[in-house]
């Protein structure tokens, strides 16, 4: 597509559920990222995945957070049951190897925890 | 690991002014060093970057500086307009291209005043 989407663009859940977000970058990116931002931070590193290569998990915050990467192309970020403190912007960012263009964000899911 | 500290975390300028937003990194290693722009409900956008061994950059209204000696470098927008008025991220990586885990400062919000 002509660049990385997310879904869904909002949610809520209760304490305690599991949440799936989705991320769909550019075709042909073989760099995918999520990163979380919090209200007034900055944008913490989750994980990044790079082709077959075994993904880099150390930003994830906890065993409740996973990611996968199917195909190369589609990722799905997995919240185990959600705390409030996982409230945040989740962000999703593509790139294409040995280029300069840097990363292409997509516009987030906003994730609230009731 | 990396840490990014950004200053200041707001600041407020008349139209037609210029604005300069400082970070500093602490990972000499670091060779890549972009500039984000974040608008409200969007993803952050790459609007510059930089690499170690380049001093300085410019792009018409935006120009960014590097000491690399210092750890230090800075975002410059002159003529400053109303549709500048965003949240800037700077970040810096360890990689030569876009495909290694940035970290990011905390942000900058930059409103212009008409």
């Known amino acids: 597509g002509a660049g990385v989407s997310q879904s869904p663009s909002n949610k809520v859940t209760e304490k305690g559920k599991d949440v799936e977000l989705r991320c769909d970058p550019i075709?042909?990116?073989?760099?995918l990222y999520w990163y979380r931002q919090s209200l007034g931070q900055g944008l913490e590193f989750l994980i990044y995945?790079?082709?077959?290569?075994?993904?880099?998990k150390s930003g994830l915050p906890s065993d409740r957070f996973s990611a996968e990467r199917t195909g190369g192309s589609v990722s799905t970020l997995t919240i185990q049951r959600t705390q409030q403190e996982d409230s945040a912007v989740y962000l999703c960012?593509?790139?294409?190897?040995?280029?300069?263009?840097?990363?292409?964000f997509g516009s987030g899911t906003r994730l609230t925890v009731v | 690991g990396e840490n990014v500290e950004q200053h200041p975390s707001t600041l407020s300028v008349q139209e037609g002014d210029s604005a300069v937003i400082k970070c500093t990194y602490s990972?000499?290693?670091?060779?890549?060093f972009p500039w984000y722009k974040q608008e409200l409900g969007k993803g952050p956008q790459l609007i510059i970057d930089?690499?170690?061994?380049?001093g300085e950059k410019k792009d018409q209204r935006i120009a960014v500086t590097l000491n690399k000696t210092a750890k230090h470098f800075s975002l410059h927008i002159t003529e400053t307009q109303p549709e500048d008025s965003a949240v800037y991220f700077c970040?810096?990586?360890?990689?030569?291209?876009?495909?290694?885990?940035?970290?990011f400062g905390k942000g900058t919000l930059l409103t212009v005043n008409p």
């Open positions: 995945f790079q082709g077959n290569s075994a993904p880099d």
């Open positions: 930089i690499r170690s061994n380049v």
């Open positions: 075709s042909g990116h073989t760099a």
């Open positions: 970040a810096a990586s360890l990689g030569g291209g876009s495909n290694y885990k940035l970290t």
């Open positions: 960012a593509s790139s294409s190897f040995g280029t300069d263009y840097g990363y292409t």
């Open positions: 990972d000499s290693a670091s060779n890549y």
